[in-house]
Structures are given as structure tokens and as C-alpha cells.
């Protein structure tokens, strides 16, 4: 009698350790699965990193509310004067998808000429958001800009990044961008 209540629970271990081996091997497969998804997406798709979500945004055919714009141009201004030799190729690349297709070709030519720059020069850029002025479809984003060249800090202003916008099919489409010092902005406001 003890030799078959000993089979029956040596028959129950085994059942239970056969149990745990499927759990295992089904997580063990869901973890390579999520593995090849995760390596294909990061390999083959463009990830699409929108602005951070604090109030309500409408977006129309052919306008937005103010909100959604100023988030954008805010995105835009700091993406475009904040770059190291580093991330400059991919920021720059990453923002002629913000402007109008007609200037991509010089905009292209343009960034291409500035990346060669800052990678020659080993310039870098930092860029610091103080407020923000809309006029119609043209924002202002003003900010503190340091600029460096190496370690050494050639320029430390006040500069205002004029974002001119249209809204095409639901998309924000830059126009016009122009970065001025802010006491030239000023000049030109009043």
C-alpha cells in the first residue's frame, strides 16, 4: 500500500513538473516572439515620436487649435537648435518630414551643408524654451541658444525661431523657418 501511494505521488510530481515545463516553454516562446517583433521594428519602421499630450488638441483638414501648433513648433524649434555632432544627421533628417514638399530638395542641400559643419567644426548646440508668440499662422519660439565649438562656448543669446505653418490634410506643414536674435525679433514685432 505504501509502494503505490508512493507511485501515485511520484505520478503527481512528475504530471506537475511536465505542467511546469509547458508554462515555461509557451513564456520562453512568447519571449522570442516578442523578441523578432521587437528587433523587425527596429529595423524596418520609422517610429513616430508625437509631442507631449498635456491638453486637448483638434486637428481639421486645414487647421488646428492653437495648442496643437504651438506644441509643434515648440517640437520643431528645440529639435532644430538642439544637436550635438552626433544627433545632428538624424534630427535634421527627421525634421524634413515637418516641411512643405516643395523645399525638401533645398532643405535637403541645406541640412546636408550644416551637418558637414557642425561634424567638421565639432559644433554642438543648446537650446532652452522661454515662451512662446503666435501672429496667425506664424509662431515665434524664443529661448536662450549656447553654442559650442569643442568644449569652448562661442555664443550665449537670447533668439526668437519664427515657425511659419500650414495645416494640409490634417498634417502640420512648416513653411517657413527662421531663426533671428531676439532683439532683431523685437524690433520687427513693434
Known amino acids: 500500500m505504501n509502494s503505490e501511494k508512493y507511485i501515485n505521488k511520484y505520478k503527481?510530481?512528475?504530471?506537475?513538473?511536465?505542467?511546469?515545463?509547458?508554462?515555461?516553454?509557451?513564456?520562453?516562446?512568447?519571449?522570442?516572439?516578442?523578441?523578432?517583433?521587437?528587433?523587425?521594428?527596429?529595423?524596418?519602421?520609422?517610429?513616430?515620436?508625437?509631442?507631449?499630450?498635456?491638453?486637448?488638441?483638434?486637428?481639421?483638414?486645414?487647421?488646428?487649435?492653437?495648442?496643437?501648433?504651438?506644441?509643434?513648433?515648440?517640437?520643431?524649434?528645440?529639435?532644430?537648435?538642439?544637436?550635438?555632432?552626433?544627433?545632428?544627421?538624424?534630427?535634421?533628417?527627421?525634421?524634413?518630414?515637418?516641411?512643405?514638399?516643395?523645399?525638401?530638395?533645398?532643405?535637403?542641400v541645406y541640412f546636408a551643408s550644416l551637418i558637414s559643419n557642425i561634424k567638421q567644426y565639432q559644433m554642438s548646440s543648446w537650446f532652452v524654451i522661454d515662451k512662446v508668440e503666435i501672429k496667425g499662422n506664424t509662431i515665434a519660439v524664443i529661448g536662450d541658444k549656447k553654442a559650442y565649438i569643442g568644449n569652448n562656448r562661442v555664443s550665449d543669446k537670447q533668439i526668437a525661431v519664427l515657425i511659419t505653418y500650414t495645416i494640409n490634410n490634417h498634417v502640420f506643414s512648416v513653411q517657413m523657418l527662421k531663426v533671428m536674435p531676439y532683439s532683431k525679433y523685437t524690433k520687427r514685432v513693434q
Open 12 to 108: 503527481s510530481t512528475v504530471h506537475n513538473n511536465n505542467l511546469l515545463k509547458i508554462v515555461i516553454a509557451v513564456f520562453m516562446l512568447g519571449i522570442i516572439a516578442e523578441g523578432i517583433v521587437i528587433a523587425y521594428i527596429s529595423t524596418n519602421r520609422d517610429v513616430i515620436v508625437i509631442p507631449d499630450v498635456r491638453s486637448k488638441y483638434v486637428i481639421g483638414k486645414s487647421k488646428s487649435n492653437e495648442a496643437y501648433a504651438v506644441r509643434m513648433a515648440k517640437f520643431i524649434a528645440n529639435d532644430y537648435e538642439n544637436y550635438t555632432t552626433q544627433s545632428a544627421k538624424d534630427q535634421f533628417k527627421g525634421l524634413l518630414a515637418f516641411f512643405n514638399p516643395s523645399s525638401y530638395h533645398e532643405l535637403q
